[in-house]
């Protein structure tokens, strides 16, 4: 018997659809930038270095022709400061005008761009000043935010400031303490190790400082802007009798800068699994858990339970916009899977009256992540050798469903869009998982 398909969820006016990137995933020869020096290291985690990455730095038009005619309205890239500011006060103006080229560029094709100032990726020689944790760092993020207003000028309504602070700052205790067991994303040791970490609180201030200077520049300069950040959503679920645990593990690693974003103009909801934890903190992925190609649970649940607990923890009068949700799989029917369940879940927080603005899947290309091109998260995947853009079944689904207006209802989640990708509702699976995220 077919399941009576039922109308789905209507979307919000104005409601944002559309997918993300960052700038040194996907440009290519990102040389002044500290990633590109790390991952010219020898002896770090990195297996592989970005090289031309997606080539977006020559190909952002056929990217952005990609995703309006997919049926986007909404693009979400970073601009790079190592390339609009290579050297300490030297500005680019070339690199400005790039990315006030991709922004009318976007505007020109229906797409609202969602721009993030700093993506993971600093100028070198930031990072060799000592970067977040040198004392000039918020004044030094601060004349960047100057910098780029004639970019932001042109006709962008939302700019995230920094992208996952929260893994900012993780990074910064991993890769200072990093020790050769540690390494080897996968192993249990490792995921445990990072689940474990802290992440530094000197350059967690600095990065909230480093936030409020730039929205300060930038609000006052283009007071319409709407500025807010993004923070890497954990989902962490107390285990039965670690309730304090779960709330004393969760502060300083995700809800400290939820509550910095209290009095910003949004925040972004970055959700991929869920982090179940015990009173002796986070558990491991349990065999026979579904995992994706980054070993994390498969829990497309994670972005509603995101939604809520951002919009409980910043409170009232601070919009939601999903920046990033997605999932590295080499099977899109599970992408599509994935993702009908997550939007599904969306529509839920929006029937509960949460204000969410908007849907940016992670990611529009296969890209670099950091450190390799194993995990493929993108809608269009991308050939290493000719660049060749594909629009997978997944894309293609996802941007009829915003043509559409709806988001699937429960029950008929993966089966919009007339693309043969098919998939359940809800995962199937044990809910019983974690992840070293
Ligand atoms: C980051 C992206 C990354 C994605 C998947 C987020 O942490 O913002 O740069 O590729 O998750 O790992």
């Known amino acids: 018997m077919p399941r009576p398909v039922s109308p789905g969820h209507p979307l919000p006016e104005g409601f944002l659809m559309g997918a993300s990137t960052s700038a040194h995933q996907i440009e290519g020869n990102n040389h002044a930038s500290d990633w590109w020096a790390l991952e010219h290291r020898p002896g770090t985690f990195v297996t592989e270095p970005s090289g031309d990455a997606a080539d977006s730095w020559h190909r952002w038009p056929e990217d952005m022709d990609l995703l309006s005619e997919l049926g986007f309205n909404a693009y979400r890239f970073s601009i790079e400061w190592a390339r609009i500011e290579p050297e300490p006060g030297r500005v680019s103006r070339a690199a400005l005008l790039h990315y006030r080229d991709m922004v009318r560029g976007a505007l020109e094709r229906g797409l609202q761009p969602v721009v993030t100032l700093h993506h993971f990726t600093s100028p070198r020689w930031f990072t060799e000043r000592g970067g977040w944790s040198a004392p000039e760092a918020t004044e030094l993020f601060a004349g960047y935010a100057r910098t780029v207003l004639p970019v932001l000028a042109e006709g962008v309504r939302y700019v995230a400031t920094i992208n996952e602070p929260n893994m900012i700052a993780l990074m910064h205790t991993l890769l200072r303490a990093a020790r050769p067991e540690d390494r080897g994303a996968g192993t249990e040791g490792a995921a445990a190790h990072v689940a474990r970490a802290l992440p530094d609180a000197q350059v967690t201030e600095a990065l909230v400082a480093a936030h409020r200077a730039a929205r300060a520049v930038l609000k006052e300069a283009l007071p319409a802007l709407r500025v807010g950040w993004t923070v890497a959503n954990q989902v962490y679920q107390a285990q039965p009798g670690a309730e304090e645990a779960t709330a004393a593990h969760a ?91 997550a939007l599904a879940g969306l529509a839920e927080t929006l029937r509960e009256g949460v204000d969410v603005r908007g849907y940016l899947h992670w990611s529009a290309l296969d890209n670099y992540e950091w450190g390799t091109y194993g995990p493929t998260f993108g809608l269009i995947a991308v050939d290493p050798e000719t660049f060749a853009r594909t629009p997978k079944p997944s894309a293609r689904w996802l941007g009829a469903l915003a043509r559409s207006g709806r988001l699937p209802a429960d029950g008929e989640a993966g089966h919009e869009g007339g693309t043969g990708a098919r998939g359940p509702a809800v995962a199937p699976g044990p809910a019983q998982a974690t992840s070293g995220r």
């Open 251 to 341: 502060h300083p690693r995700e809800d400290v800068f939820l509550e910095a974003a209290r009095g910003d103009d949004w925040v972004g909801v970055q959700s991929y699994t869920r982090t179940r934890v015990g009173p002796e903190g986070p558990l491991p992925v349990p065999e026979g858990a579904e995992t994706t190609l980054t070993g994390w649970e498969y829990y497309p649940q994670a972005l509603a339970e995101a939604i809520r607990h951002t919009a409980a923890v910043t409170g009232p009068g601070v919009p939601v916009l999903v920046t990033e949700n997605g999932i590295a799989t080499a099977d899109d029917r599970r992408r599509v899977a994935y993702t009908a369940a």
